[in-house]
């Protein structure tokens, strides 16, 4: 691919995600959701199609886990997990689709995940407050391989699901605005915590094979 094309692609694929953005609201599933929920089949097929989609409106992937959490009791918590993870897959083969065109960033990518290990890489970035499409477009590019990508990012996912779930049960009724800072801080603060404990050591191993080869070449 071109550099042309990779600029093209990019745009495109930002474009059609404004417009659907805009043209289509959160509202217009929140309207429908107790008729979508009476049939508990009906409601994994819709929330796939949702989750399939949802990449290109521009929407949170915890917006799945607050909608499961809004109608449906918290045993349905693996559900929500696995929408978010089918979510997340679409841009992670965007990630794999630019990656010949991503130069350094591509390389710093794959030093970053063959230093903390591909699993470990996608379950520690998941825990930062990071948007999760960038993630998932950084792991693609990364070349992670998508085994370890899925177990990575449900392991990464899932205190943000049990977290939108809560939040989900606890609304009295489900609009754009009650989604706004549904977090409480502790949680980002914790899960962050976490995220960075699992890349101390792997990281801190290589500083120190690092310093020992350069000390070896300055010997």
Same mark, same amino acid.
């Given at each position: 691919?071109?550099?042309?094309?990779?600029?093209?692609?990019?745009?495109?694929?930002?474009?059609?995600?404004?417009?659907?953005?805009?043209?289509?609201?959160?509202?217009?599933?929140?309207?429908?959701?107790?008729?979508? =929920? @009476?049939?508990?089949? !009906? *409601? +994994?097929?819709?929330?796939?199609? /949702?989750?399939? $989609?949802?990449?290109?409106?521009?929407? #949170?992937?915890?917006?799945?886990?607050?909608?499961?959490?809004?109608?449906?009791?918290?045993?349905?918590?693996?559900?929500?997990?696995?929408?978010?993870?089918?979510?997340?897959?679409?841009?992670?083969?965007?990630?794999?689709?630019?990656?010949?065109?991503?130069?350094?960033? =591509? @390389?710093?990518?794959? !030093? *970053? +995940?063959?230093?903390?290990?591909? /699993?470990?890489? $996608?379950?520690?970035?998941?825990?930062? #407050?990071?948007?999760?499409?960038?993630?998932?477009?950084?792991?693609?590019?990364?070349?992670?391989?998508?085994?370890?990508?899925?177990?990575?990012?449900?392991?990464?996912?899932?205190?943000?699901?049990?977290?939108?779930?809560?939040?989900?049960?606890?609304?009295?009724?489900?609009?754009?605005?009650?989604?706004?800072? +549904?977090?409480?801080?502790?949680?980002?603060?914790?899960?962050?915590?976490?995220?960075?404990?699992?890349?101390?050591?792997?990281?801190?191993?290589?500083?120190?094979?690092?310093?020992?080869?350069?000390?070896?070449?300055?010997?």
């Amino acid at each position: 691919m071109s550099r042309r094309t990779f600029l093209a692609s990019t745009a495109l694929v930002a474009l059609v995600a404004a417009v659907a953005a805009w043209l289509v609201s959160p509202e217009t599933l929140f309207e429908r959701l107790r008729w979508v =929920a @009476a049939d508990p089949v !009906r *409601f +994994v097929v819709v929330l796939t199609l /949702v989750a399939l $989609v949802r990449p290109v409106l521009a929407w #949170p992937t915890t917006l799945l886990a607050v909608v499961v959490g809004y109608t449906q009791e918290l045993v349905w918590m693996p559900v929500a997990l696995a929408l978010v993870v089918v979510s997340s897959v679409p841009p992670y083969f965007f990630g794999q689709y630019i990656r010949g065109d991503s130069g350094r960033f =591509a @390389a710093a990518s794959e !030093r *970053f +995940v063959d230093t903390t290990g591909d /699993v470990r890489s $996608v379950a520690a970035s998941r825990l930062f #407050p990071a948007p999760s499409d960038i993630v998932s477009i950084g792991a693609g590019i990364a070349d992670v391989r998508l085994r370890s990508y899925l177990v990575g990012t449900a392991v990464g996912e899932t205190p943000w699901v049990v977290g939108g779930m809560l939040v989900g049960g606890s609304l009295g009724a489900l609009t754009t605005d009650s989604l706004t800072g +549904v977090f409480d801080v502790r949680l980002l603060a914790a899960a962050a915590v976490v995220g960075v404990l699992l890349l101390a050591g792997p990281l801190y191993r290589y500083a120190s094979e690092r310093n020992v080869r350069l000390r070896l070449k300055l010997r």
